[in-house]
């Protein structure tokens, strides 16, 4: 996809508070919420912050935070976990951003229980296209510790959406799919896939062909 947002990498520049101050400044100018027609009101408070830093900080990461909201409205859904203890979910949405003229995954853990929605945290991954097209791999900017629970290791998962992609736009035209494949990806929200799967059916069984419901 296109970037969904293009930073500057100095979003959150010091002013003399702390960052978090600032970050809650930001979210608050957008009244402490996002709404998405995918997802509904996603909300955006201290707890998400200070979830969020949890998981570890960096430079690109702390101006990723200006792309959140670009990310839940405009991204795709990669990755999702139901916490049956706790009875919550956890939901993974991907997007590529700009950060002045490097790109990246970006990507963000939307929680939600039976009463609430909010963002639980967020990670950029860098992205270099030269080193990936030769040896499919590129730096992670996370601080996330490899002792992290694995649905909470977000830029792994980033990592896997991405190849996955690459490869599937590479070889689709050799690739079938069934409806059960074309369910999975519309319920996951992932309308791009699905889409492609539609043309790859247009390709095999010829022009005009509908999709049955």
């Given amino acids: 996809m296109n970037p969904v947002a293009r930073l500057s990498g100095n979003e959150f520049a010091y002013n003399g508070t702390n960052i978090k101050k600032r970050i809650a400044e930001y979210f608050n100018s957008l009244g402490n919420n996002v709404y998405s027609e995918l997802f509904g009101d996603v909300a955006l408070n201290t707890a998400s912050i200070h979830d969020d830093f949890g998981h570890g900080k960096t430079k690109q990461k702390i101006a990723a935070f200006a792309a959140i909201k670009d990310i839940i409205q405009k991204g795709v859904v990669i990755d999702s976990d139901h916490k049956k203890i706790a009875n919550l979910d956890r939901i993974k949405v991907a997007a590529k951003i700009e950060i002045g003229t490097d790109h990246y995954i970006a990507g963000v853990m939307l929680q939600r229980d039976a009463n609430s929605q909010r963002l639980y945290m967020h990670d950029v991954w860098a992205i270099n296209e030269k080193e990936m ?27 896997n959406a991405y190849f996955f992609k690459k490869k599937e736009t590479t070889s689709h035209s050799r690739m079938q799919y069934t409806d059960e494949d074309y369910m999975s990806v519309v319920e996951a929200g992932d309308l791009e896939a699905a889409q492609w799967m539609v043309d790859e059916l247009r390709i095999r069984e010829g022009p005009g062909l509908q999709w049955q419901d």
């Fill in 133 to 159: 097209n030769q040896t499919e791999t590129a730096t992670p900017s996370t601080t996330e510790a490899l002792s992290d629970e694995k649905h909470l290791f977000l830029t792994s998962i980033l990592q």
